[in-house]
């Protein structure tokens, strides 16, 4: 591995954990902030749905033709 490699790599990691400890965060703060489990469980749920899942997209196959739509998005599929 060359060095710019190694700097590259070094910078990803740096990157993601920034936004690991984003997460954590907030989630400490849900948690402080909900002191009934039933609703921290909802809460929690909602922050991952609404956040992580916006922009992942689910590849369906039908025959030749290939779909996709957005996660938790089934009504409406578009043909790639």
């Keep these: 591995m060359d060095k710019n490699s190694y700097k590259d790599l070094l910078s990803d990691s740096y990157n993601e954990n920034n936004e690991l400890s984003k997460t954590l ?7 402080y902030d909900t002191p009934n489990n039933m609703e921290l469980g909802k809460r929690i749920r ?14 369906e196959r039908d025959g030749d ?16």
């Design 65 to 80: 033709t290939i779909y996709r739509r957005r996660f938790g998005d089934y009504n409406n599929r578009e043909k790639i």
């Design 25 to 31: 965060k907030t989630i400490k703060t849900i948690v």
């Design 46 to 59: 909602a922050y991952f749905m609404n956040e992580d899942n916006q922009e992942t997209y689910i590849y």
